[in-house]
């Protein structure tokens, strides 16, 4: 399985969906922990899904559960934890959800899926680090886009 993953933020709707379809996603995973926000323009949770069917021909999943909790979110964003230590704080968090047993059950059907989150690029979204952990417990290739 290919595991994908993109941020929406400094995309054009154009260049999102054709992100897609060209690397023929056959559902996308959002990871957002909130995916209702104004900001999400685009990629709103209640109407991503129609956009990707009509578009792309792509699934869509919302999974809270890889989602980070709004503590740990809050923290870094306050600047009460740094980087490194929300690493450590979602990594842990993902163990303890087994998140490799939910993506196994609901998503090894497919050849290649995407991780979106809003982060336009993976070095500083947990994303990134949940695409990582499958590729550590599942074996998965990883690639940005």
């Known amino acids: 399985m290919q595991v994908y993953t993109m941020g929406f933020t400094?995309?054009?709707?154009e260049s999102f969906f054709g992100l897609i379809?060209?690397?023929d996603i056959q559902i996308l995973i959002d990871v957002r922990l909130n995916n209702q926000s104004q900001l999400?323009?685009?990629?709103?949770g209640r109407d991503l899904p129609f956009?990707?069917?009509?578009?792309s021909n792509c699934l869509y999943s919302?999974?809270?559960q890889f989602a980070p909790t709004k503590?740990?979110?809050?923290?870094?964003?306050?600047?009460?934890?740094?980087w490194s230590e929300y690493e450590v704080e979602y990594k842990k968090l993902i163990k303890r959800r087994k998140v490799s047993d939910i993506f196994k059950e609901?998503?090894?059907k497919y050849e290649k899926v995407l991780l979106l989150c809003s982060e336009p690029t993976p070095e500083y979204c947990h994303r990134r680090l949940l695409a990582e952990y499958l590729e550590k417990e599942l074996g998965y290739e990883i690639k940005h886009i």
């Open 10 to 13: 400094q995309k054009s709707a």
């Open 21 to 23: 379809k060209k690397n």
């Open 106 to 108: 609901k998503y090894e």
């Open 40 to 44: 999400a323009g685009f990629t709103k």
């Open 62 to 64: 919302h999974e809270i």
């Open 51 to 55: 956009f990707l069917r009509e578009i």
């Open 71 to 82: 503590m740990i979110l809050d923290n870094y964003k306050k600047n009460v934890i740094c």
